[in-house]
């Protein structure tokens, strides 16, 4: 168990910097926190439905729980490679080519995070002028999302691209491994 543990978190560990690993886990934590609210509040909301006796402020809940889980998600699959970049272009070139093909994706991607943090700055403080019904809450409390996601989305390829530059883009023999072991 450990050492399937320790495939995991290696896997490609040359674009990762130690120090955010906790924020990683605090992510992904939170991701799984709210799929199981979004899950749960979706359930409640069909039972008290169809029992006649609908909660109407759960539709509220359950749109702040998948719009958190989104942005979120966004972030950590960012960190993870596993989202919001062109993978199979980059593995299947070496040296130069793949050094200036995965910098300008990472650029990309810091430009688009940059633009949801500043962007997403200025609707969420719009949003203080519409209210949700029925608890007359701010909508900028669901908007508050975008920008937190955008500056984890340029700070994760920030990472990544200075480590890529540092360590190389390519993988290890062992993340090779554990891609293939995955594929099976």
């Given at each position: 168990?450990?050492?399937?543990?320790?495939?995991?978190?290696?896997?490609?560990?040359?674009?990762?910097?130690?120090?955010?690993?906790?924020?990683?886990?605090?992510?992904?934590m939170l991701c799984g926190f709210t799929l199981?609210?979004?899950?749960?509040?979706?359930?409640?909301?069909?039972?008290?439905?169809?029992?006649?006796?609908?909660?109407?402020?759960?539709?509220?809940?359950?749109?702040?729980?998948?719009?958190?889980?989104?942005?979120?998600?966004?972030?950590?699959?960012?960190?993870?490679n596993d989202h919001l970049f062109l993978a199979?272009?980059?593995?299947?070139?070496?040296?130069?080519?793949?050094?200036?093909?995965?910098?300008?994706?990472?650029?990309?991607?810091?430009?688009?995070?940059?633009?949801?943090?500043?962007?997403?700055?200025?609707?969420?403080?719009?949003?203080?002028?519409?209210?949700?019904?029925?608890?007359?809450?701010?909508?900028?409390?669901?908007?508050?999302?975008?920008p937190v996601s955008g500056a984890l989305i340029?700070?994760?390829?920030?990472?990544?691209?200075?480590?890529?530059?540092?360590?190389?883009?390519?993988?290890?023999?062992?993340?090779?491994?554990?891609?293939?072991?995955?594929?099976?």
């Amino acid at each position: 168990m450990q050492e399937a543990r320790s495939l995991v978190l290696d896997r490609q560990r040359n674009l990762k910097w130690r120090a955010l690993d906790p924020l990683e886990s605090v992510l992904m934590m939170l991701c799984g926190f709210t799929l199981a609210g979004f899950c749960t509040s979706v359930v409640c909301d069909i039972v008290t439905r169809t029992i006649g006796a609908p909660w109407l402020w759960l539709q509220e809940v359950t749109s702040t729980f998948f719009i958190y889980g989104i942005f979120i998600g966004a972030a950590v699959a960012t960190r993870r490679n596993d989202h919001l970049f062109l993978a199979a272009i980059g593995d299947s070139m070496t040296g130069r080519p793949r050094l200036v093909i995965e910098s300008a994706i990472r650029v990309v991607v810091i430009a688009v995070g940059l633009f949801l943090a500043w962007f997403g700055y200025i609707n969420f403080l719009r949003g203080f002028s519409s209210f949700r019904m029925p608890s007359m809450t701010p909508i900028a409390s669901l908007y508050a999302a975008i920008p937190v996601s955008g500056a984890l989305i340029a700070l994760f390829a920030f990472e990544q691209l200075v480590n890529g530059w540092k360590n190389g883009f390519e993988k290890s023999a062992d993340d090779s491994a554990q891609d293939a072991a995955n594929y099976l």
